[in-house]
């Protein structure tokens, strides 16, 4: 058993050794942990499918993906290894390349007060024992109080850019109605050429309604867990006055599964982003879908809604 336990590395010697191999810089053995959770089938690279599930952020398109991945293929081989994320990244981590530093050594004092804590605990006195419940509390406090920050920070991120597709969706939304104007024209008996009219937008918020696709690949083992997830948002998300409608569409002989929710206005929806459930349920959906998912939005004419539900 000792013969045994000598010739088999444990996965911390191996990550020490494979850092040290490749000369990574203070706070880029992160990119060590990346690989290996982005890595499904353990054959310590990347390919694109493996890239594409971990990086995707439902905002660049496959073809940027696709033009990012062999970016940073600089070897060409259509995998990409750590030294090539590492060569990337580095060049583009700004600030963050103090932020990951500082995280690394963060790491490994903790892991260090933590094997010091179990070793030393339970002989220590009942005034050290207190100390120690003291600071491992308040090191918990600083944690969380960096997570919220953080957490803060990425909703800011992801609004302004709900904000920029909101804004496209918009331009395509009047070139529709100026569309469909036309072809109101077309279908008329009676259509007379008339002088060109001026468009006037009188900002009505209620002249039209937000209509949201959100497209979601669930992992398959995680099925159950997703559709109580699911079951518990559509409930909470279907009580609130701004909702109109939410329907459920599976793709059969797939786990995929397609949300359309309709809502008052932009700033219900909004709203709604920011409640304890709709960020319940989005924190759940890291664990459960495949890739991260896929959100579209839509202004539509209120006369519409009221037409197909009259």
């Known amino acids: 058993m000792e013969d045994s336990q000598e010739t088999s590395p444990s996965s911390n010697n191996s990550s020490e050794e494979l850092s040290s191999a490749l000369h990574l810089s203070k706070g880029m053995s992160i990119f060590l942990d990346i690989l290996r959770r982005a890595d499904k089938n353990d054959d310590g690279k990347l390919s694109f499918e493996e890239f594409k599930a971990y990086f995707a952020d439902g905002v660049l398109s496959g073809e940027e993906l696709h033009e990012l991945f062999h970016t940073i293929d600089t070897h060409n081989t259509n995998n990409l290894d750590t030294e090539e994320l590492c060569e990337y990244f580095s060049q583009h981590l700004g600030e963050y390349e103090n932020v990951l530093a500082a995280l690394e050594d963060l790491n490994l004092s903790i892991l260090k007060a933590m094997g010091k804590t179990k070793k030393d605990y339970q002989e220590a006195s009942n005034l050290e024992q207190f100390v120690t419940r003291f600071l491992l509390k308040e090191t918990l406090n600083q944690l969380q109080s960096l997570q ?28 529709i109605n100026r569309l469909q104007k036309l072809i109101d024209r077309l279908e008329k008996k009676d259509l007379k050429l008339e002088p060109l009219e001026e468009e006037i937008n009188e ?9 949201v696709q959100r497209q979601m690949s669930v992992i398959e083992e995680d099925l159950e867990e997703f559709q109580l997830a699911l079951k518990h948002y559509v409930e909470s998300a279907s009580s609130q006055s701004g909702c109109l409608r939410i329907s459920i569409q599976k793709l059969s002989n797939e786990s995929r599964y397609i949300i359309y929710e309709f809502w008052e206005n932009s700033s219900v929806w909004n709203s709604h982003l920011q409640t304890n459930y709709s960020k319940t349920f989005q924190r759940s959906n890291v664990d459960f879908l495949e890739t991260p998912e896929l959100t579209s939005t839509m202004l539509v004419p209120a006369s519409w809604w009221i037409l197909n539900n009259n």
């Not at 990425?154 to 939304?173: P, V």
């Not at 900002?203 to 209509?211: A, C, D, R, V, Y």
């Open 203 to 211: 900002g009505n918020t209620k002249s039209h309604i937000m209509l």
């Open 148 to 175: 919220n920050s953080l957490e803060c920070a990425m909703e800011t991120t992801e609004e302004q850019t709900r904000q920029e597709l909101l804004e496209e969706d918009n331009q395509w939304m009047i070139q």
